[in-house]
């Protein structure tokens, strides 16, 4: 199999520093390809900098919600000094968290507009970060109409009613290991609608460890092979087809070669 972790966070503290290690038993696993995400300009600065250190990874770069309070013209300049770099494959990640309340609504809102600018500018994909703002989210996507070149919605955890909305709209959906909880069935019925041309995998590590290897509190790519299984089963569909289709899918979706 030939599989791409198309949302990780590789340069977090609990991967940075044995990268080498986790790369190996990733491509052991047959993971083979990462997309390693900035969630602020420090760390959208440091995937950029380990992309260059490994064939078949890939930066996005972005701003989470969570920062939206720190955010000055000087960052958002240098995100896009960022995004130029030729490794550079999506924006993100960005989005709407109202969950938390580390920064106002009106701050993320201005924030995720400002990064799909820049991605309209660039050509570039958006990486969208969802947590208690569907509706919220969908309204800022649609002010853009057609032009942000593709958009995924990463770590998926919305409805099945969610879900068709987002397809219909043409986005993408990315699931993680929480498909393989016990306790996630609507997303799993979630899941069931979404066709393999729209759907790709994620570790969204060092989080969420998927199922049977929970106990494992630092997740990494190697794991997701656990998630492309239970998702291939969930769908009734050959692991090594499914495989294929997910990854032509994620590629398609970063423009990988």
Known sequence: MELIDTHCHLTFEQ?????EAVIERSIAADVTGWITVGTDIKQSQKTIELVNRFKNMYAA????????KDVTGQSIAELKEFAQNEKVVAIGET????????????EQERLFVQQLQIARELN????????????????????????VKKVVFHCFSGSVEEA???L????????????????????RQAAKVVPLERL????DCPYM??????????????????TVRALAELKGVDLDNFARAITATSKEFFGLP
């Open 164 to 166: 068709k909305v987002v």
């Open 200 to 203: 790709m995998v994620e570790t």
């Open 61 to 68: 770069v972005g701003i989470h919600p969570h920062y939206a």
């Open 95 to 106: 989005g709407l968290d109202f969950h938390y309340d580390f920064s106002e609504p009106r």
């Open 124 to 147: 570039l994909s958006v990486i969208v970060h969802c947590r208690e703002a569907f509706e919220e989210t969908m309204a800022i996507l649609e002010q853009f109409g057609s032009g």
């Open 168 to 187: 219909e709209r043409g986005f993408y959906i990315s699931f993680t290991g929480v498909v393989t909880f016990k306790n996630a069935e609507s997303l």
């Open 209 to 226: 460890s998927p199922e049977p290897m929970r106990k494992q509190k630092v997740n990494e790519p190697a794991l997701m092979a656990h």
């Open 15 to 19: 991967l940075a520093g044995d990268a």
